[in-house]
């Protein structure tokens, strides 16, 4: 029996760049699942995005593998080199926040999600993850820590240093500088139009003793997912003051900042490489609810 991809439509070439289409994954004749590939202009040239599905029924007969692995000639023909795909994870397959995705099939018998276990027979690595917590009660803050709003004028070198960060990140997954910079700058325009004082958004400052140890920023608006009420976009202590505690108070102020803002789900992204930053997330109770994997296209 021959596995293949069908086109269900033309191909989609937005005006302002990257390019889209869809697939039917067929059986012979037979329909058993679908391909969504994408090439979005934000994130460069180099990047292409997949999303597979195959019919329950229709799983562990390899179908999604070489489902897969023709999506990603087609990346290739678009010119990508590298390739990012997903993996949510169901209610009952959500995983604390510090545990690492099993790779095979058992892992301390614990069976990994059908995708994650699908992805690593064909190469992918772990990227990232979306993790999520459900907000009841406001904590307490650490004796002597306290937050306050960010002001205007602190706006300015708090956004430069968060921006220099980001661009450098994007220029080392293969973007040029230009690229990085135009992206920093949709971003701003998007998310914090008018700086500190935008709407849908909350700047804050965590303080120690009264010095400025750190700072938060939460989105309440065009979320990257739409199972959360509130984002987590940056974190940030200052480097003379990290392992003091002030990640994990960050974390519990901005619990209250969302529950006062009427959000009662907070979401967040962080990078698989980033064990320090799991495990504190963990410990506060956030579960993982989907996993992103990448992989480059030789």
């Given amino acids: 029996m021959t596995t293949t991809l069908r086109p269900t439509g033309p191909e989609s070439r937005p005006p302002e760049g990257g390019r889209a289409r869809a697939y039917e994954i067929r059986v012979n004749s037979r329909p058993v699942g679908t391909v969504h590939l994408s090439r979005a202009p934000e994130d460069g040239p180099a990047l292409g995005r997949l999303r597979l599905y195959v019919q329950p029924a229709e799983r562990r007969r390899g179908r999604g593998a070489v489902a897969a692995l023709a999506a990603e000639e087609v990346l290739r ?12 994870l169901t209610a009952g397959a959500e995983a604390p926040a510090g545990a690492e995705a099993p790779a095979g099939a058992e892992t301390g018998g614990e069976r990994a999600p059908a995708g994650v276990r699908l992805l690593a027979a064909l190469g992918y690595a772990e990227r990232s993850s979306h993790l999520a917590k459900p907000l009841h009660a ?3 803050l650490p004796t002597g820590r306290a937050v306050r709003p960010l002001a205007g004028a602190e706006f300015d070198a708090w956004w430069e240093e968060g921006a220099a960060t980001f661009v450098a990140g994007l220029v080392e997954q293969g973007h040029s500088r230009e690229q990085a910079l135009a992206r920093s700058a949709a971003v701003r325009r998007t998310h914090l139009p008018h700086g500190a004082a935008s709407t849908g958004a909350a700047l804050r400052v965590l303080t120690c003793e009264g010095t400025a140890v750190g700072a938060i920023w939460l ?33 519990l102020a901005a619990e209250s900042v ?41």
């Fill in 138 to 140: 406001r904590p307490a």
């Fill in 77 to 88: 023909g678009w010119g990508c080199t590298r390739v990012e795909a997903s993996v949510p």
């Fill in 219 to 251: 989105g309440f608006t065009g979320l990257p997912r739409s199972d959360v009420r509130a984002w987590v976009y940056d974190v940030r202590v200052l480097p003379g003051r990290r392992g003091e505690g002030h990640g994990r108070a960050l974390m």
């Fill in 258 to 298: 969302c529950l006062d803002a009427g959000a009662d789900r907070l979401g967040l992204n962080v990078f698989a490489d980033n064990t320090p930053a799991r495990r504190l997330y963990g410990s506060l109770g956030y579960r993982t609810v989907e996993r992103h994997y990448l992989k480059t296209l030789l």
